[in-house]
Structures are given as structure tokens and as C-alpha cells.
């Protein structure tokens, strides 16, 4: 979601597009407690109660590309990353932020961020964790060379030194103050890697035959390329109240939807996050563990490209306001997703609930009004004959029906859209270069919010030249709040200016949210203690994992 390492994590967008909801059912109506179960997402699930020598999980979205953190920018990758190596702050279930490798850390300005060091840190080979380690992984960011997929001119585009200020103390300094920077450290942004064994390992780094050298709960014990992922128990981890509960971990990287039900239906696997949706009928009913759905930092938008009639944001608004998303919800998500109101996921912060909460109550709501969409549409000065392409992936019908709803409202109000596939490597392509976007109107895409913080994600989306700013989107006013929100201290007022930027965002709609889906964790009776909110991206959710009885 990065600008200018798009080319190198286009597989991020990618995997969750073609992987993330592998083709709902699509059949029958919203059951009657749909609204009900939604209220009230789950955050964690019951705390375990007993150790376990050995358990599975499964990555429904395949095996990782490498486990360097610095190339942990989607699904598989963050999803054992977050289990073996740890930033200087996490991210908690809750959402909210704490220190981490870094036992506390200051700011006064928001351009110089002082980490203190948390003493008795060792590497799995028994080798401390220094300063010197902290500021090299961080430069990693900065180089070049690298080739980080978190690099982006808003965050390490805006670093300009990282130094150790003490034996125990790692300063960094920014051109310019970004109140938002230290909740980046909670992300593999904020990864310390031992130095030694990446200069050492080379161009291995990070693969099945190189591994990583890091901090957290868990080693890695085997890693059968095509098959799975072993993790071992880290039996000297320096953080005594999250010594992992199981000593050897499977992952699995089973990919297709009936495979995976079966699996953790049979008992064959204990559990897994983002289960297909095709399977949530199936899992709903089994005997053997529960459908969990959680808090979530995901959305399932349309991105315009710039191009033809969805260039206009008259017509962006009328297609939105004319699109079923109540249906979408129901039937596509089989009732596991709310309709989007906003660019920003529901629930996606983790302060000023009471500003962004009334924020998001005066947006407009999402229900499909075909006459205020035909009021919109008389706004636009766009041709309006002229048909609108929207790009899926082929190999994923699902999407198809969602583009549907699309074409059968933009029928409605006159407007001709059509939903177009295309195979999944030449759809990456579309998150990547602006040659393949040209000619057609907007490409879907699942996503997710980095941080729970509004006005990050809202940066990359609406900001001029931000990371996931596809069609060239620029509004003064925009800029003028970015920067204004970006080195405002106070948190209060800090999200008094989200909130009017994410209102400006929601009427110029660069993108058009459809639907803000749950967390669809899948856990056996036997097991126990996973986060159930989004957190587990970053977060050692399998150190929490144990029995149930």
C-alpha cells in the first residue's frame, strides 16, 4: 500500500483480492440475527488454561513469500511474522498500543521520538538485542537497497536520522513532526532483526534456507516450502507473561475453500483467521468448534483509476448512493460484513472513539436511494454514455457478483457499468502501473488499515501522491488538513480534523467503500486464547493460543 515499492507489494492487494473471500454463496437472505452478531465484534476469545505439545493453524491465503519483516506487507507473511519477530511498540487486541521492545518512549514535538531499550532482550541464538541491532533494522526502511515494501514518503520518506543515543537508547528524528509516527513502530516498521545474521545470510535472508534471526515467542523449526510452516516455543523469551502455551506450531497453507472447511470441520486443523466465505454456512453448524467474528480494520472498496465517467465524483457519488450494500452484506458476505459509510473501517481507531463514532453518525448513511442518485448524477459533467469497466479477478466470481449489484444500480440511474475480468497476474499489474489502469474506469480491492488510526489510512488514499492514491486525486483542502492533523499534538483535536477530512473524502469518494467485513475466525473446541480482532496481523496471537480444558 506503499508508494514506490507498489511494483515489489502489489501482492498484498493481490493475495486479498483473488484470496481473501474465496466466492460467498451468494444465495438467501440476511438471517435475522445478522445485525445482532454484528453489534458486538469479539476481541479475544476465552483465555487458555493448559499447555499443548503441538497444534495447527492454516494460511487460507498460502504460503509466505519471505518472512523478512521488512518484506511483511500482506496475509501470509504478517501472519507468522507477527509470531516470531517484535517491534519496538505492539499493537493489542484492543487495538490500542503499547511499548514493546522499547520499554517506553518520548516525544515533545513529534519530530524527535526517544526510545528507551528494554534490557535482557535476547535473540533465539542467545545474542542480545542492542541498539546497534534497533538502529540498523529500522535504517532498513531507508535504504534502498533494501527494497522495503513499508518505505513510503510519508513515513520513511520523512526520516532524517536514526542514531543510538545511549547504550540503551535509539533516537529518530523527522524533518517534519508526524504525530502519527510511533504507532508505525508497533508494525514491521518497527521490527529489530539481529544484524549480525542478516549481513551474514545475504541474499538467503528471510527464505526457507536463509530463516531470520528475531526476538519473539516463537523460532522457526522447519519450513517445508509448498507445504507448511513449523514454529517452535521459544523457551528463553524474554517477556515471562507470554511464553507460548505450545511448544511446536504447524502452519499450513491450504488454499481452496473446500479443503480448508473440511479441514477444520474434520478436526485436521484447530483453526484459522479469514476463513472462505463459502464456508461460513458449513462452520456455523460444525460440532467441533466455533465461527468467531471479530473486530476488524478491513474494507472492500471500488477504486477509480481517473478514467471515463468515474472520474467524475458526481458519478462515483450517484453509483454509490444508488448500490445495494444491505444485499452485498447479506448475501456476498453471508451476513459476516456491515455496508461502508466511510473510507474508513468501522471501528478502525483506537482513540477519540466519541469524535470519530459521531463523526461517522453524520455521514451519509449507506441504504440505496435511486432518486437521490439520479439527483447526484444531474451534477456531472462526465459522459455519461460512455460505459464504465470495472476489474476483478477472473478466478474469483465472488467479485463478480458484487460488480453486478454495481451494474444492475448504475442501470438504474443510466449509467452503463460492466464488471471485467482478467487473469490475476495481469491484475496485479493494476496496483502497480498506470499504463495497465489506463482505458478502464476502477479495479476492486479488500484492504486494510495498517494502524488503527484514521488519518493514516486516510493519507494513503486521498493525500497527493499517496501510497493508494491511483487515480491522481487532489483537493487543497485535503493537503491543507494533512498537514495541519499530521503535526497536531492533541489527540481531541487531531481527530476534529480526521473527522472533517474523512468528511471531504466521503464527497470527492476517490474510492467507493461497499462493505466493512468482520474477522472470520474458525477455532476448535480443543483450543483457545487467539485475538479475534484484526490485531493478529501484527500481534503473537498463536503465543495466546493453548487448551481449553
Not at 504525530?179 to 514491521?188: D, E, H, L, R, V
Not at 511464553?243 to 481452496?256: S, T, Y
Request: proline fraction near 6%; glycine fraction near 8%; aromatic fraction near 8%.
Amino acid at each position: 500500500m506503499k508508494k514506490g515499492v507498489l511494483t515489489s507489494s502489489l501482492a498484498l492487494t493481490l493475495t486479498l483480492a483473488i484470496t481473501s473471500c474465496s466466492g460467498g454463496s451468494g444465495g438467501g437472505q440476511a438471517a435475522a440475527g445478522d445485525e445482532d452478531r454484528l453489534a458486538e465484534l469479539a476481541v479475544t476469545t476465552p483465555a487458555a488454561v493448559g499447555e499443548l505439545e503441538s497444534a495447527t493453524w492454516n494460511l487460507p491465503f498460502g504460503e509466505p513469500a519471505s518472512l523478512d519483516p521488512i518484506l511483511a506487507f500482506n496475509y501470509p507473511e504478517n501472519t507468522v511474522v507477527a509470531n516470531i519477530c517484535e517491534g519496538l511498540m505492539m499493537i493489542q487486541p484492543d487495538y490500542s498500543v503499547a511499548p514493546n521492545l522499547a520499554e517506553s518512549f518520548e516525544t515533545q514535538d513529534g519530530q524527535t521520538y526517544v526510545y528507551q531499550l528494554r534490557q535482557g532482550v535476547t535473540f533465539w541464538d542467545g545474542s542480545p538485542m542492542t541498539a546497534q541491532d534497533v538502529v540498523y533494522s529500522l535504517n532498513r526502511h531507508v535504504d534502498p537497497e533494501e527494497g522495503s515494501y513499508w518505505s513510503s514518503d510519508a513515513v520513511s520518506g520523512n526520516i532524517a536520522s536514526i542514531e543510538a543515543t545511549a547504550e540503551t537508547e535509539v533516537t529518530v528524528t523527522l524533518k517534519t513532526a508526524d504525530w502519527t509516527f510511533n504507532s508505525y513502530m508497533a508494525t514491521p516498521m518497527g521490527v529489530v532483526v539481529s544484524e549480525e545474521h542478516r549481513k551474514a545470510t545475504g541474499e538467503a535472508y528471510g527464505t526457507p534456507q536463509g530463516g531470520v534471526m528475531c526476538t519473539g515467542p516463537f523460532s522457526v523449526a522447519d519450513w517445508n516450502s509448498g507445504q507448511s510452516i513449523t514454529l517452535a516455543k521459544n523457551e528463553a523469551y524474554w517477556n515471562t507473561d507470554r511464553i507460548p502455551k505450545v511448544a511446536k506450531l504447524e502452519i499450513q497453507f491450504i488454499v481452496d475453500p473446500a479443503a480448508i472447511s473440511n479441514a477444520l470441520v474434520s478436526g485436521a486443523i484447530d483453526g484459522s483467521y479469514d476463513v472462505p466465505l463459502s464456508a461460513v454456512s458449513q462452520l456455523e453448524q460444525a460440532e467441533n468448534g466455533q465461527l468467531v467474528l471479530g473486530k476488524s480494520l478491513q474494507m472492500l472498496a471500488i477504486i477509480a483509476t481517473g478514467d471515463g465517467p468515474l472520474g467524475d465524483p458526481a458519478v462515483r457519488r450517484a453509483l454509490w448512493t444508488a448500490t445495494d450494500q444491505d444485499a452485498l452484506s447479506a448475501t456476498v458476505f453471508e451476513g459476516t460484513a456491515r455496508p461502508a459509510v466511510s473510507l474508513v473501517p468501522d471501528g478502525g481507531w483506537s482513540y477519540a472513539n466519541d469524535i470519530f463514532s459521531a463523526a461517522r453518525a453524520e455521514l451519509p448513511g449507506a441504504e440505496a436511494d435511486v432518486a437521490k442518485a439520479k439527483e447526484i448524477l444531474a451534477e456531472a459533467k462526465a459522459d455519461l454514455s460512455e460505459t464504465i469497466t470495472i476489474v476483478y479477478p477472473s478466478e474469483r466470481s465472488y467479485y463478480a457478483d458484487m460488480i453486478s449489484e454495481l451494474a444492475r444500480a448504475g442501470k438504474e440511474i443510466g449509467l452503463d457499468v460492466q464488471p471485467q475480468g482478467v487473469p490475476s497476474a495481469q491484475f496485479g499489474a493494476f496496483f502497480s502501473d498506470a499504463e495497465a489502469r489506463a482505458g478502464h474506469g476502477a479495479f476492486v480491492t479488500t484492504n486494510y488499515m495498517d494502524v488503527p488510526d484514521p488519518l493514516v489510512f486516510l493519507r494513503t488514499i486521498v493525500q497527493d501522491g499517496g501510497s493508494q492514491n491511483f487515480s491522481g486525486y487532489s483537493n487543497p483542502e485535503v493537503e491543507a488538513l494533512l498537514d495541519k492533523a499530521q503535526t497536531t499534538a492533541s489527540e481531541t483535536e487531531r481527530a476534529e480534523l480526521t473527522a472533517e477530512l474523512e468528511a471531504l473524502a466521503m464527497q470527492d469518494m476517490p474510492w467507493l467503500p461497499i462493505v466493512d467485513p468482520a474477522v472470520r475466525l474458525f477455532i476448535s473446541d480443543r483450543v483457545t486464547g487467539v485475538p479475534a480482532s484484526f490485531a493478529y496481523l501484527y500481534y503473537p496471537w498463536a503465543a495466546d493460543l493453548g487448551a481449553a480444558e
